[in-house]
């Protein structure tokens, strides 16, 4: 099956959002078959009053492309870090 970025509308905030192509073939290989209905920022915002206070996030570099991302723990120096688009694509599928 081939999947195509799509815009879809966020209901909480009304925002539009990206759910782009490698996001849909995830979602697939989770077994979810409902698009997202709310975009990255109010999902993080959600996940945050569900589950209490926010996690402490560290600032990091990508080890595969380099960019600037945030990790849930502190890098060590002593073993890579991956930026979550690059993590998905390293881990093995299920």
């Known amino acids: ?8 509308t966020c ?3 009304g925002a539009t959002f990206v ?3 490698e ?3 995830f979602f697939q290989s989770k077994g979810y078959t409902n698009e997202p209905k709310r975009c990255p920022e109010c999902r993080q915002s ?10 402490q ?3 990091a570099t990508c080890a595969q492309c380099g960019k ?5 723990f502190q890098p060590r120096g002593d073993k890579p ?6 993590f998905r694509q390293m881990r093995p599928a299920r």
Request: aromatic share 10%; with cysteine; glycine share 2%.
């Open 68 to 72: 600037a991302t945030e990790v849930p």
């Open 81 to 86: 870090v991956y930026c979550s688009d690059c």
């Open 23 to 25: 996001d849909q073939e």
């Open 19 to 21: 759910h782009s192509a």
């Open 11 to 13: 209901a909480d905030c």
């Open 1 to 8: 099956m081939s999947f195509e970025d799509k815009t879809l």
């Open 46 to 55: 959600r996940k945050t009053e569900r589950f209490g206070a926010s996690r």
């Open 57 to 59: 996030m560290f600032p």
